[in-house]
T-cell receptor, first 114, second 116 residues
Framework: GQSLEQPSEVTAVEGAIVQINCTYQ??????LSWYQQHDGGAPTFLSY????GLEETGRFSSFLSRSDSYGYLLLQELQMKDSASYFC???????????????FGKGTHLIIQP | EPEVTQTPSHQVTQMGQEVILHCVPI?????FYWYRQILGQKVEFLVS????????KSEIFDDQFSVERPDGSNFTLKIRSTKLEDSAMYFC??????????????FGPGTRLLVL
């Protein structure tokens, strides 16, 4: 069956670096996305990897290894406002043009301590 | 900055009643989606919509659900006969297409549906 596995909770200290891992087992794969969600809020896009390697966007980076069905989100210089849930999401189909929905993991609750 | 908007923010309904959730996607976007999130759980894909027709739907999106783009700006999700288990936050999302692809889906603030 389809599954995306990520830790349920991670705790880190303000100013530190944290890595949130995601492994996936899906019937198809066309890219791994990361979304941030604050309590009661909408998911907000952070990063996307279609090919192996590292993508960097400011304090956030994301890595993908397609051969290992594995990716991670790296958050640097952690700030209190980074306390949120982080979801990895896979697009399993490519029907052309991107009309396909995302399959989300269960999310990692990131707790930042001062 | 353009954003996806959804109304109402909260909806309370009786089991068996019909509800319509409204979304206004970002104006130059071509792909539209509905997702739901049961409290404390992950976001689940319901349906995607492109060129005035459904592109993909999940197992959750059964005959009780329908989507419509009644005009050039609105995108609606209808649940014909609500069940208790339909209680969730419903997110609308939209996506632009650019040459080379653009993966970002922009989510609206959600409608919290409570079925009693």
């Amino acid at each position: 069956g389809q599954s995306l596995e990520q830790p349920s909770e991670v705790t880190a200290v303000e100013g530190a670096i944290v890595q949130i891992n995601c492994t996936y087992q899906t019937s198809g794969f066309y890219g791994l996305s990361w979304y941030q969600q604050h309590d009661g809020g909408a998911p907000t896009f952070l990063s996307y990897n279609a090919l192996d390697g590292l993508e960097e966007t400011g304090r956030f980076s994301s890595f993908l290894s397609r051969s290992d069905s594995y990716g991670y989100l790296l958050l640097q210089e952690l700030q209190m406002k980074d306390s949120a849930s982080y979801f990895c999401a896979v697009r399993m189909r490519d029907s052309g043009g991107g009309a396909d929905g995302l399959t989300f993991g269960k999310g990692t609750h990131l707790i930042i301590q001062p | 900055e353009p954003e996806v908007t959804q109304t109402p923010s909260h909806q309370v309904t009786q089991m068996g009643q019909e509800v319509i959730l409204h979304c206004v996607p970002i104006s130059n976007h071509l792909y539209f989606y509905w997702y739901r999130q049961i409290l404390g759980q992950k976001v689940e894909f319901l349906v995607s919509f492109y060129n005035n027709e459904i592109s993909e739907k999940s197992e959750i999106f059964d005959d009780q659900f329908s989507v419509e783009r009644p005009d050039g700006s609105n995108f609606t999700l209808k649940i014909r006969s609500t069940k208790l288990e339909d209680s969730a936050m419903y997110f609308c999302a939209s996506r632009q297409t650019l040459a080379g692809g653009q993966e970002t889906q922009y989510f609206g603030p959600g409608t919290r549906l409570l079925v009693l």
